[in-house]
C-alpha cells in the first residue's frame, strides 16, 4: 500500500468512527426527545417528526462546522476569534433547523399526515425564541466540545513540528559545525604554517592566530543568537586571511564595509557562509581563481544589504534559495531555515549578474 493509500484508508476509518459517534449520540437525543414528549404530552407523530428533524439537523450541522471550521483554517486563530465565529455559525445553523422543523411540521399539519396535541405547530414568536435558543444550546455544547479536542490537537502538532524544525537546525547546525571544521582546510592551514615558519615565521605566528580565531568562531557561533557586523566581518577577515596564503596570487579581494553598519545585529555566520560558500564553490573551482568582492551596505528600512561576488556558475542562472529546496550544502540549508525563521523581509538570491560570475545578495530587516 502506498503512502497516499494508507492515508486516504486512514482518513476513511476516522469519518467512519466520527459518523458511528454521531449516530450514538444524535440518535440518543432524539430517543431521549421522543420519550420525553410522550412522558409528557403522549405519543403524537408530529411530535416523533419534530425530535427526528431536530437531531438530524443537529447532526448534518455539527458536521458543517467541523467542515467550515478546518476549511477555513479558524482553528489557528485566538481563543476570542473563534468564539465569535463559533456562536455566529451556531446561530444561524440553529435558526436553519428551526425553519426546517417548521416547515415539515406545518406541511404535515396541513396535509393531515401528522397530529399535535394541540391545534396547529404551536409557533408564537415566543415559542419560537425558545425553540432557536434550545437548539443553539445542544450545537453550542456539542460544537464547544469539539473545538476545544480539535484545538488541542492542533496544539500538540505546531508543538511537534516546531520541536521537529528545531531538531532539524541542530542537525544542520552540527552538520554545519562540522564541515567547517573540515580535516583538509585545518591542513592545509597547518602546512602553510609550517612552510612559513622558517620562511617568514612573523606571517606564521599571524597565520596561527587568524586560525585560532576562525577555529574559535566556529566552535562558539550556536552559543549566541545575534552578532555585530563589525564581530562577523572580523571573523571573516580572519578567514580570509587564512585562505589567502593557500590559494596566493589565486585569491583577490575587495571588501567594503559601511562603518555606520558595524553595530548592525545578525545571526552569526551569515557573511561567514557567504564567503566560504564563494571560494569553496568559486575560487577554488576556477582556473586562476578570481576577484571576491564582498560589500555591506544600508538596505530597504533601516536593514542590511550583503553582498558577496565570486567568478564561477549556477546551474541556473536565477536561484532563490530562501524557499525550501532538496538540494544545495549544508552552509545554505542551514542558512534557508535560519532566513525562514526572521520574516518574509529577509531574503536571500544567489543569482549570475554576468557570464562567469555569481552574486549572493542577503537582505535582512533592522
Known sequence: MTPQEAAAAS????????????????GGFC???????????GLFSGLVVIAVVLSAG??????????????????????????????????ALAAAIQALIHLVLATGLALGWLRMPVQGAGYGPGAIAVYWFNT???????????????????????????????????RLELDLLRARLNPHFVFNALNNVRALINEDPARARELVTRLSNTLRHALQHSQRERVTLAEEWAVM????????????????????????????????????????????HGIARTPGGGLLQVAARRGEAGGLHLTVENPGHLKQVDEVVSEPSPTG?????????????????????????????VRAELALPA
Open 58 to 91: 443537529l447532526w448534518m450541522s455539527s458536521e458543517a462546522t467541523r467542515a467550515l471550521v478546518l476549511r477555513r483554517g479558524w482553528l489557528a486563530l485566538s481563543p476570542l476569534a473563534l468564539a465569535w465565529r463559533l456562536i455566529l455559525v451556531v446561530a
Open 329 to 357: 550544502g549544508v552552509g545554505l540549508a542551514w542558512l534557508r531555515t535560519r532566513i525562514a525563521g526572521l520574516g518574509p523581509a529577509a531574503r536571500f538570491r544567489l543569482w549570475s549578474p554576468q557570464p562567469g560570475r
Open 11 to 26: 482518513g476513511w476509518r476516522a469519518h467512519l468512527v466520527r459518523q458511528l459517534i454521531h449516530a450514538v449520540i444524535w
Open 136 to 170: 443553539a444550546v445542544m450545537l453550542l455544547l456539542w460544537t464547544a466540545v469539539w473545538a476545544g479536542q480539535a484545538a488541542q490537537r492542533q496544539s500538540r502538532r505546531d508543538s511537534m513540528g516546531r520541536l521537529q524544525a528545531e531538531a532539524e537546525r541542530r
Open 31 to 41: 430517543a431521549l426527545s421522543i420519550w420525553l414528549f410522550t412522558a409528557s404530552a
Open 237 to 280: 577577515q580572519d578567514y580570509l586571511a587564512v585562505e589567502a596564503v593557500h590559494f596566493e596570487q589565486r585569491l583577490q579581494v575587495d571588501a567594503g564595509l559601511d562603518p555606520a553598519l558595524a553595530g548592525f545585529e545578525l545571526p552569526p555566520m551569515f557573511l561567514q557562509l557567504l564567503v566560504e560558500n564563494a571560494i569553496k
